[in-house]
Every structure is written in structure tokens, then in C-alpha cells.
């Protein structure tokens, strides 16, 4: 059972920073496109950047500047580093992924569970 297991949210300062890790267990065969959502309380759940396996990179417009996703294909890894972190940045942060069978017949979009990033003084 392929599942994604994000770490590293927490209580963070304004102007601090953060690094999220999403990691794909279970033996998964193939992962494409990687990345992360956010829900702030009270609103919609919204892109925040997309990686696919060759590195390219694709940015919600709003998060351009201080966010920056990375992977490690070999730890079926994916990061997202977060810095000079705002009050509105306070959310939710889910993983997701692309990821493909051992058949090679399907391919399934897999979500984590959330890891809760919150930005007060």
C-alpha cells in the first residue's frame, strides 16, 4: 500500500523558515509528478508548486520567490522550502503524487495526510 508521509511543519516565527519532506512508501514503481497543496483556514485548498521526476518545476504564481520544491527520486522524496514565512501562510500543506503501477496499467494520484504549518509570534 503506497502511501505519502509528509514531515516538518510546526509553530514558526514571521520571517522564519521551514522545510517539508514528503516521503512515498510502500514500494511505490514509478512517481511522476510530485508536489504541494495548501488549505489556510476557511479556504479553498490551492496549488502551491508541482515537480515532476525530471526536476521540471511549476509554481502557483503566488508562491513564486519563497518557495522552492525539490526532490530526491532515489528516497521517492519530495521537499518544499519555505522562508520568510508569513502569518497568511498558516495552513495545511499536503503532498500529492502521480504514481504509477507495477503493471503499468494505472496510475493513481495519492494525497498525505497534512502536515500543519503555523506562523505566529
Known amino acids: 500500500q503506497v502511501q505519502l508521509v509528509e514531515s516538518g511543519g510546526g509553530l514558526v516565527q514571521p520571517g522564519g523558515s521551514l522545510r517539508l519532506s514528503c516521503a512515498a512508501s510502500?514500494?511505490?514503481?514509478?512517481?511522476?509528478?510530485m508536489g504541494w497543496y495548501r488549505q489556510a483556514p476557511g479556504k479553498e485548498r490551492e496549488l502551491v508548486a508541482d515537480?515532476?521526476?525530471?526536476?521540471?518545476?511549476n509554481y502557483a504564481d503566488s508562491m513564486k520567490g519563497r518557495f522552492t520544491i525539490s526532490r530526491d527520486n532515489a528516497k521517492n522524496t519530495v521537499y518544499l522550502q519555505v522562508n520568510n514565512l508569513k502569518p497568511e501562510d498558516t495552513a495545511v500543506f499536503y503532498c500529492?503524487?502521480?504514481?504509477?503501477?507495477?503493471?503499468?496499467?494505472?496510475?493513481?494520484?495519492?494525497w498525505g495526510q497534512g502536515t500543519q504549518v503555523t506562523v505566529s509570534s
Open positions: 500529492h503524487a502521480y504514481i504509477t503501477s507495477v503493471s503499468g496499467a494505472n496510475t493513481f494520484h495519492y
Open positions: 510502500g514500494n511505490p514503481f514509478r512517481i511522476g509528478i
Open positions: 515537480i515532476s521526476s525530471s526536476g521540471g518545476t
